[in-house]
């Protein structure tokens, strides 16, 4: 089968697999990733050491596919989150799939993007320290097909973004957008009043910066029940609303469409609503920027689904929904006791924001065709760094030497913990490889 993983622009300047990366046999020698599919390696025959860490290819492009659908219905752009994957890769097929940008939130992050090619960036949070913002004043300045953008929040920030500019002679404006917040909440300006003083502070610097946009971050948003997260949620979208007319009535904005972004993985539905219906008298964006859709998960991300399914039941079944992606694979190390045993990973192999829950088992002795469900009673109860405590009942079939399969919870949390993951098809065969670089 043809190997999709090779044709992407990442796959050629990225580092050949080796053993000295995690889930690579000890053979293999340098085996660049446009020819890891002709090594045959397959989880279930143990080609491959394991924790390791697959991305189902299927539950792959159906994400891939349903956002996309998504967004042409509602309208709405996505620049996803580059940091759930950190995989160039992964990039590619987004952007490939429509994405408008990447969205990115350190220096480093940013580096690694320019550093594979990446013309347009969304900087989904102030751009501090001299030698960040440095670095993305030469960029624009050698780079006339650069396109950034990035938050402020502070008048101290537009100040420092404004003197490097000056200082390095920026022969054209940094692209900023003003940051609405909520009280408790992480960053952002606390009130309409605040930002709209900072949006006239970005207008009066002369065109050194340009006012782009409006931004906010809804993602982290939790009370009692769903519907009064969502209470809250409308409330900062409305305010992002009424700040940007008054900053389209005042003619604040530059020149160009004007982005309206806000939309993690939970409320992007909700975001291209509100947003989209702003109506500033002039073209706009909005911009969502969801990143763990692609692999979704198996607990946080199932849960955001369960909420979108309460308030939009038709979009959260669309065209199958979203399907988990990513899993775990890892042995059964010990069965020190008949309700207990220990698997082959922990933290350093997985989030534990929520626990991993066990989903499949195979026996590689030639007696299963296909991995089965795991029985229920089977949960993890606790992570060290290397091993996974799993309660299970005295009568469970697993033994050491049996392959688990893990769901995660949280993406981020887990792909930080791997150079290398493996896409596999539906009979576990490694049809290519993905680095990443956290």
């Known amino acids: 089968m043809t190997n999709l993983w090779t044709r992407t622009p990442s796959a050629t300047a990225e580092a050949p697999l080796n053993a000295l990366d995690k889930g690579v046999p000890g053979h293999a020698s340098n085996v660049p990733l446009d020819q890891v599919a002709a090594q045959n390696w397959n989880i279930l025959r143990e080609d491959v050491p394991l924790p390791a860490a697959v991305i189902r290819r299927d539950a792959l492009r159906q994400n891939s596919d349903w956002m996309r659908r998504f967004l042409k ?30 969205t990115v939130a350190t220096p480093h992050q940013l580096q690694v993007a320019r550093a594979f090619g990446h013309k347009r960036i969304f900087y989904a949070n102030q751009l501090i320290g001299r030698s960040a913002i440095d670095y993305v ?33 920026l022969a054209r404006p940094l692209n900023v957008l003003v940051e609405v917040g909520y009280a408790g909440g992480r960053t952002g300006c606390r009130s309409v009043e605040a930002a709209l003083d900072l949006a006239r502070a970005v207008h009066a610097t002369g065109g050194t910066l340009a006012l782009a946009g409006i931004e906010g971050f809804e993602g982290l948003i939790r009370v009692g029940s769903n519907a009064e997260t969502l209470a809250l949620v409308e ?14 009535s005042e003619g604040l904005f530059a020149d160009g469409t ?11 539905d909700v975001v291209a609503s509100k947003l989209g219906n702003a109506d500033l008298g002039r073209d706009t964006r909005v911009l969502v920027r ?43 190390q010990s069965r020190p006791e008949a309700e207990k045993a220990i698997v082959a990973f922990g933290k350093r192999d997985a989030s534990y924001d929520d626990l991993p829950l066990a989903q499949r088992w195979y026996r590689p002795d030639g007696s299963m065709n296909t991995p089965q ?52 098809d539906e009979s576990y065969d490694i049809i290519g490889s993905i680095r990443t670089y956290f």
């Open 73 to 102: 219905g509602s309208g709405a752009d996505i620049a996803p989150h580059g940091k759930t994957t950190m995989s160039p890769a992964l990039f590619d097929l987004q952007l490939g799939d429509g994405a408008w940008a990447i």
């Open 137 to 169: 004043v030469r960029e624009l300045e050698n780079d006339p097909g650069f396109e950034f953008f990035c938050l402020v929040d502070d008048r101290s920030n537009v100040d420092a973004l404004v003197a490097a500019a000056r200082r390095i002679g």
């Open 235 to 248: 409330r900062l979208l409305d305010s992002m609303v009424a700040l940007a007319r008054q900053c389209a």
């Open 258 to 268: 004007v982005l309206l972004s806000a939309g993690g993985s939970s409320y992007f």
């Open 290 to 332: 969801s990143g763990c859709y692609i692999t979704h998960d198996s607990v946080l991300y199932v849960r955001a689904v369960e909420a979108l399914r309460e308030r939009n039941q038709a979009l959260a079944d669309s065209n199958g929904g979203l399907s988990q992606a990513l899993e775990v694979w890892a042995y059964v």
């Open 373 to 424: 469900a795991v029985p229920s009673g089977h949960i993890v109860t606790r992570l060290n760094d290397q091993h996974c405590h799993l309660q299970l009942p005295a009568d469970s079939p697993l033994r050491v030497g049996d392959l688990v399969a893990f769901g995660i919870s949280h993406p981020c949390l887990t792909f930080d913990k791997w150079r290398v993951m493996h896409i596999v």
